[in-house]
């Protein structure tokens, strides 16, 4: 008993909160009781959001996160995993990338051109088309024509266009 007699105060008025006679322990913000001889430490009990008993934590980027922080977890990190870094996916989902390795024959990343029979690049956004470069005796860049008599002269064929 910390007061008792004709001390005038109630009996044990001198109490702190761990029960001892004129002790430092107190009643922290979050209700607990800290310091002095408890064993506790004053606020220990509040996350990082400076929420009592909350579930917010420092993230692998050292902010507060989760809980009531309003952030989330490593939210802060790109996507080669460096906390603020600057890397980010190009269109064919590579990390870093420079949008070449899904990139058609004339640079579109993920588009529809290819190469024909002749290897010029045609169809997606080329504006070239698929074969136009065979001659109509079937050679890639031939001078082959079809002449006046419909007939496919020229080029290596050893016809003269329009001598029928």
């Known amino acids: 008993m910390c007061a008792s007699g ?6 044990n008025a001198d109490q702190d909160c761990n ?30 959001n400076e929420d009592c008993f909350g579930s ?8 507060c ?3 009531n922080a309003d952030h989330d977890a490593n939210s802060d990190k790109d996507c080669a995993g460096e906390c603020f870094g600057d890397a980010a996916l190009d269109d064919c ?17 993920n588009g529809d ?4 029979d002749c290897g010029a690049c045609s169809g997606g956004l080329s504006d070239h088309e698929a074969n136009s470069d065979i001659d109509c005796n079937g050679v890639c860049f031939g001078t082959a024509i079809i002449d006046d008599c419909s007939i496919c002269s ?3 064929i050893g016809l003269v266009p329009n001598a029928d």
Request: charge should be negative.
């Open 65 to 67: 996160s989760e809980g």
């Open 6 to 11: 004709d001390t005038g105060l109630d009996a």
């Open 93 to 109: 989902d590579v990390c870093g990338g420079d949008n070449t390795t899904c990139a058609d024959c004339y640079g579109t990343p």
């Open 56 to 63: 917010a934590f420092e993230d692998d980027c050292d902010v």
């Open 19 to 48: 029960g001892d006679c004129f002790g430092l322990a107190f009643e922290d913000d979050c209700g607990v009781c800290s310091g002095g001889n408890s064993g506790h430490v004053a606020d220990s009990d509040k996350d990082c």
């Open 113 to 116: 051109a290819f190469e024909d």
């Open 154 to 156: 020229g080029g290596n």
